[in-house]
Nanobody, 129 residues
Framework: QMQLVESGGGLAQPGGSLRLVCSASGYRLGYLCTGWFRQAPGKERERVSSISGSDSGSVTTYADSVKGRFIIGRDDTKATAYLQMNSLKPEDTGVYYC????????????????????WGQGTQVTVPS
C-alpha cells in the first residue's frame, strides 16, 4: 500500500506562507488523483484542493475558502505533491492531510474523503489570530 508523508507544516503569521509537501513511496503520483484535506479542532475533515493525474489533464480544484491563495502542484520526477499556501489566515489553522486515490486519475467533481484510499499522517498548520 502506498505510504504518504507530509512535511512543511508549522507556525505562520497571518499573511505569511507555508509550503506543504507530500512524498509518496512506491508509486508515481503523476497518474493519480491527489488531494489535500484539512481538519480544524472540533470540525470535520474538509477538502482543500485536488489535482488530477497528468493523463486527465492535471486539472486542479480549490475550495472557495482558499481559492486565489493556495496552489497545488506535483513534481512527477520526485513523486511528490505540494500545496503552496499564501496569505494565510487564522481560519487556515488545522491538520493538513495529503491523500491519493489509486482508483481515479481524474478527481471526482464532488470529492470527499471516501474517494481516497491512501492518507498521510497529517501535518499541523497554525496561524494565530
Amino acid at each position: 500500500q502506498m505510504q504518504l508523508v507530509e512535511s512543511g507544516g508549522g507556525l505562520a503569521q497571518p499573511g505569511g506562507s507555508l509550503r506543504l509537501v507530500c512524498s509518496a513511496s512506491g508509486y508515481r503520483l503523476g497518474y493519480l488523483c491527489t488531494g489535500w484535506f484539512r481538519q480544524a479542532p472540533g470540525k470535520e475533515r474538509e477538502r482543500v484542493s485536488s489535482i488530477s493525474g497528468s493523463d486527465s489533464g492535471s486539472v486542479t480544484t480549490y475550495a472557495d475558502s482558499v481559492k486565489g491563495r493556495f496552489i497545488i502542484g506535483r513534481d512527477d520526477t520526485k513523486a511528490t505533491a505540494y500545496l503552496q499556501m499564501n496569505s494565510l489566515k487564522p481560519e487556515d489553522t488545522g491538520v493538513y492531510y495529503c491523500a491519493v486515490s489509486t482508483w481515479y486519475s481524474k478527481c471526482p467533481g464532488q470529492m470527499n474523503t471516501q474517494d481516497f484510499d491512501s492518507w498521510g499522517q497529517g501535518t499541523q498548520v497554525t496561524v494565530p489570530s
